[in-house]
């Protein structure tokens, strides 16, 4: 495999300033998904922890290199579970963060950011808007901006799944992985091409927020005018041309899922794994619903990457995917 802007020496040492809290996640098959979906599925279930997404084992890792080293203020912009994660990373570590969000986020998200003690500023507009402010306050106040994916901590704290995957001696030869940013699809995909090269990447999209999966196909970047989904931990409209580099060395394929299988991945992961998951946690399974042949007779895993929900959402959404839309 041509070299990403990754390190797998990094990545390994990486674990030791995690907080353990953070690592060594459940991974466990789910016989109870398999009889709907004719494959055998394995979870990695990436909400078990205090900020309830995968974005920590990142923020963990910048933010003990700004405690050691670096500016004590940080900023990031977010779609909720990065400033969650940011914000828990930096109080431990007396760091000042900020955070910038659009307005229309997850309520749920943000009323958690606020309560980790975090300066949070809410712009009109969506997550692209909010890059392009808290870069300005970067600029503005002389702090530390961290950008998801573009930032190599972000995919090299993600890229401790792919070891503790890779590591658990795996017998599944497919791992889907959410795909938005680029942080944990770039971070899991490097070390699962790196050690277990046999193993399939595939990376999965929502068809309404597409511009990463469109880059990927076409080699260059692709950005859109807005995106349409529910996923809002996805819902990216400009790629970062050097994460897409790293997502053309290491992702075998990217595909694009419908909201009405996103809903029924929620739903199953309900009814089948006692699971309460963010849409952006159900598009692995989104993927093998819309394409049950491609995977029929293997053996998936599937990272369950977040579980910060808005309640009366979730309930619209799972309340109206009926109990039998899978079938």
């Given at each position: 495999m041509q070299e990403t802007r990754l390190d797998t020496a990094r990545i390994r040492a990486a674990r030791r300033v995690i907080d353990p809290v953070f690592l060594d996640t459940p991974l466990y098959r789910c016989d109870a998904l398999e009889s709907d979906?004719?494959?055998t599925v394995s979870i990695k279930l990436e909400t078990a922890n205090p900020v309830r997404s995968f974005k920590a084992r990142g923020t963990e890792v910048v933010a003990s290199l700004l405690a050691d080293h670096g500016p004590r203020a940080v900023v990031c912009a977010s779609a909720g579970n990065l400033g969650q994660a940011l914000a828990w990373s930096g109080r431990g570590r007396g760091l000042d963060v900020t955070v910038v969000a659009s307005r229309f986020a997850t309520v749920a998200k943000l009323d958690r950011i606020r309560a980790l003690e975090a300066r949070l500023e809410l712009v009109d507009g969506d997550h692209e808007l909010a890059r392009e402010r808290a870069a300005?306050?970067?600029?503005?106040?002389?702090?530390?901006?961290l950008e998801d994916s573009l930032d190599i901590e972000t995919c090299e704290g993600a890229a401790?799944?792919?070891l503790e995957l890779v590591d658990s001696a795996p017998s599944f030869d497919t791992v889907l992985i959410a795909l938005g940013g680029g942080a944990l699809a770039t971070g899991v995909g490097h070390v699962v091409k790196t050690?277990?090269?046999e193993v399939e990447v595939i990376c999965v999209q929502p068809l309404g927020a597409p511009a990463m999966t469109r880059s990927w196909r076409q080699r260059r970047v692709v950005t859109t005018d807005s995106t349409n989904t529910i996923a809002d931990g996805v819902a990216g409209r400009r790629p970062i041309p050097a994460v897409l580099?790293?997502?053309l060395l290491v992702a075998d394929d990217a595909v694009l899922v419908r909201?009405?299988?996103i809903i029924a991945g929620m739903r199953m992961l309900?009814?089948?794994?006692g699971l309460v998951v963010e849409p952006s946690a159900a598009l692995g399974i989104a993927a093998v619903l819309e394409d049950r042949d491609r995977f029929v007779g293997r053996h998936v895993a599937t990272i369950v990457c977040g579980s910060n929900v808005d309640v009366d959402a979730y309930h619209r959404w799972v309340g109206a995917a009926s109990v039998h839309s899978w079938r």
């Open positions: 979906l004719g494959c300005a306050i970067a600029r503005h106040d002389g702090i530390r901006l401790t799944i792919g050690l277990a090269p580099d790293d997502l909201e009405a299988s309900l009814d089948r794994a």
